[in-house]
């Protein structure tokens, strides 16, 4: 028999800030050695869950408990956050909030101090692990001088050396590139085949955990678990669709083709998916293609850009790259690339060492960034990191305020731009009611408000679920109808495929690809080179002996849009 290691009993919880409960009459258990994935809507409770087991509900977020929560047997009440973090690991959500150390090597080895470990020993054990996440050579940087991933990596790491019984990972592979991801979750399944811990990990990248095997998959919805089965049973319903999760695309693709999806065709495994192929490949026949984008001329010059952040490390090593006017691109590669890095040297919050920049054909190398900041707007990934104001009119107006803008001009501005963002209603609201989605809305209209004609944004849609996600994109592609370019930092390979006809990658500071974003995510070299990830349409589309994968990737992009469309 099975020890229960997570057990919640008609458990309710209601944050003191909230009106209602966030989670209602919750009943599940989950047992040693289980593996455990939480999916669900924004806002459905999956990270309240884990905070929950965790013990960050009720030390640090304070609440209204009903029912009761056991873990290893013991009240959750009865033990302190101390002896919690004995049992349960946690990687965050936003990787900024759990470091410790000043250097990553810190970091690694703060779990391994607390709990008295031999000198030589941690030195041992804190390499293993830098090692496992290719996080060797940064052993004595300092976490803030890291890119996103390498942060979310380091985070990783710090995790996998606990001597705890339960790992919670909260969005494990947000940041992540998508090989990264994959190796991610291959460690995940080796450390927990190898120490029997318990896995609970809450994800909207649902495709790439069920890379590895997954024992059960529970379904949120507004507070309440409503499915809890297994990963197949659950693929042969309709239950992820009905609440907006995206299931794996080769799931999807088989249901847009009619094919019955059963339990018995093993639909969480592509390699076992026993598809009706004679289906797949009539509705490939019948299926639209992509309307190719007409070219036009080039609004964004970069000329052998270099740059480091160092001296003798060259971050940034001869890019060159032109944008046309009207265009929606992607720019993608391996965590730590030099993606971030480009778009600072774009906006100018870092200096080149050499090479040019044209906007509009004039050169705009020598401007400040207050000069770009009017032709060319940049989106960060946290808005967190963005935001400075309380409320929302004052953030989306403080651009124009910097610049001596009438009031009156300033007021009008603003309430179009808010229009358009679709933040009119709560114009008057502090930033701190928002979801995360409708803050990373605001930091967009914060930019828009300047009238830029380029704007970047560095991973626009991560963390966000299928509903969220299909609004910040189908926003973003109304704004490029209307003419703005848009550059999109991205690391979701299906958002990439989508959205940006054409991809530029990169690798370690050089600029490796410039093709259709379908050429570069079939392209088994730069896959491999820029640590991309096939996508399993075309693994689908192979199996099925469709005649040209490439295409069928293309119609089911412009189906699936169709589809999306409908919700609105
Ligand atoms: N610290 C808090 N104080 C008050 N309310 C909160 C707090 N944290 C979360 N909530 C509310 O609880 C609800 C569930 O939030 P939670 O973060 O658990 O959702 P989630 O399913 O993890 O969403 P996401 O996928 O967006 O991370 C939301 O409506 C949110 O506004
Ligand atoms: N402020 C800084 N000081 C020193 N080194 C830095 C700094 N910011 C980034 N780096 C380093 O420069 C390299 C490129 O980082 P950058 O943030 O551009 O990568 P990225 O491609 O955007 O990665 P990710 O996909 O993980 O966000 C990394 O090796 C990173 O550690």
Redesign the pocket.
Known sequence: MKKPVIEFNSYSFK????VDP?LQDLNLTIFEGERVLIV????????????CINGLVPFS?K?DVDGNLKIKGQEAKDLDIFSLSKIVGTVL?DPDGQFIGLTVGEDIAFSLENDCIEQTRMVELVDEVAKMVEMDRFLSASVHHLSGGQKQRVSLAGVMIDQVDVLLF??PLANLDPATGKYAMELIDRIQKETNKTIVI?E?RLEDVLHIDVDRIIV?DD?KIIADMSPDKLLASNILEEIHIREPLYVKAAKYADCVVTEEMKPSKLQLFAVDKEKLNLWYESADSIIPREKSQSILELNELTFQYHPGHETIQGVSLSIEKGEMVSLIGKNGAGKSTISKLICGFEKLSSGTIHFDGQDITKDTIKERSERIGMVLQNPNHMISKHMIFDEVALGLVIRGVPEQEIQERVENVLKICGLYPFRNWPISAL???QKKRVTIASVLVLDPEIIILDEPTA???LR?YSEIMDFLVELNRNGKTIIIITHDMHLMLEYTPRAIVIDAGKKIADESAITVLTDAEIIRQASLKETSLFELAKRAGIREPKEFIGRFIQYDKEVRKKWQ
């Open positions: 944050y003191h800030s909230q966030t669900g809507p924004s806002g459905s409770g999956k990270s309240t869950i884990g905070h977020y609440g959500q909260d969005e809450i909207h949120m507070g979801s995360f989605g963390g966000q679920d969220h």
